[in-house]
């Protein structure tokens, strides 16, 4: 079934029960059409299993999706990729409890990290059940999935220190950690594979920086006030949020001091960050809900814009590569 019907049919579904006061349903039921129609995802594996970057994706024609996290719903709620103010189209409630932070994998897989019941569900393209669980992580609140077949979940353990959990992927049990901070959030890797990790202190924070296995960390010497969404773009540029400021930084490689930083006037606080692999645009959610898109590179004169909105608090945001 094209690309085309699968919208008209999934766009005409939630039309029809939209009046019945079933919008979770009609979320569920939109993503299992695609479940349907989509190549399934295969089970997050060992190192060997990991599909790598350089294989295909889903066809060209699969929708691109925008994931927004519902905290007062517990549920991740999509909407199609093509513009702003578009209706939702899916809802994936199985598993979800507490929703921080979004991210997608090579295979565009959905990470979700439960800031209430210490767990990472996974989810492959198009599905709303969860086909590989960590669990145990604390109160989880970012996973990532790198590109040599590890998972990463940060967040703070059960005694309120930031720490970072490496696993093999699909396979619950920590092979690497490390502590540093109160609170350990957003994470990124760059071309070389190293992976950075925002974290907070009492009053500020920062960005550590590990090698392959959580080794080698560097305490990066930002002066950050309370970081959260973090990205890494393809020059080596770290794009970060100061949740607490409501800004946006961008550090060049090995700067200590923003190139840039843009100040939004959000509904709550500024919370995650996401961008496509062509780097053209990008998102920021914000704790009322809002979530804002802007061109990339960033310049003094960036004007962001309401792109979508879920009138709940909120905090992850992922989008379809």
């Excluded at 019907?5 to 919008?23: D, K, W």
């Excluded at 939702?88 to 979800?96: A, E, K, L, W, Y």
């Excluded at 974290?199 to 500020?204: C, E, L, M, N, P």
């Excluded at 061109?295 to 989008?319: D, F, H």
Aim: with cysteine; proline share 6%.
């Amino acid at each position: 079934m094209g690309y085309l019907v699968r919208l008209a049919l999934i766009v005409g579904a939630t039309a029809l029960f939209a009046g019945c006061g079933g919008s979770q349903q009609i979320g569920q039921t939109a993503l299992r059409q695609l479940q349907g129609d989509a190549s399934s995802t295969p089970l997050p594996g060992a190192v060997s299993q990991r599909a790598p970057r350089s294989l295909p994706r889903y066809p060209q024609t699969s929708q691109p999706l925008l994931y927004v996290g519902n905290d007062d719903t517990n549920a991740v709620d999509i909407f199609p990729l093509t513009g702003p103010n578009q209706q939702q189209i899916g809802t994936i409630s199985n598993g979800v409890d507490g929703p921080w932070g979004l991210s997608l994998d090579a295979n565009d897989s959905l990470y979700v990290a439960n800031g209430r019941d210490g767990t990472v569900t996974v989810y492959s393209y198009g599905s709303t059940i969860p086909s590989m669980m960590y669990s145990d992580v604390g109160q989880a609140l970012y996973a990532l999935a790198d590109s040599t077949g590890h998972v990463f979940v940060s967040g703070r353990n059960d005694h309120g220190l930031g720490h970072v959990l490496e696993f093999n992927a699909g396979r619950n049990r920590v092979i690497a950690h490390q502590q540093l901070g109160y609170e350990m959030d957003g994470m990124a890797e760059d071309g070389q594979g190293n992976l950075y990790v925002a974290f907070r202190g009492k009053a500020h924070g920062s960005i550590a920086e590990f090698g392959p296995g959580l080794s080698n960390m560097q305490r990066l010497r930002m002066n950050i006030d309370q970081p959260q969404g973090l990205l890494v773009d393809n020059a080596g540029n770290i794009v970060v949020v100061e949740s607490a400021a409501d800004r946006i930084d961008v550090f060049p490689t090995g700067a200590t001091t923003p190139s840039l930083t843009l100040t939004i006037s959000a509904n709550g606080h500024l919370a995650e960050l996401a961008m496509q692999n062509n780097e053209t645009t990008l998102w920021v959610s914000s704790e009322g809900g809002y979530v804002y898109s802007m061109p990339y590179p960033l310049t003094a004169s960036t004007a962001p814009s309401e792109y979508e909105r879920i009138k709940e608090e909120s905090n992850g945001i992922a989008v379809s590569p």
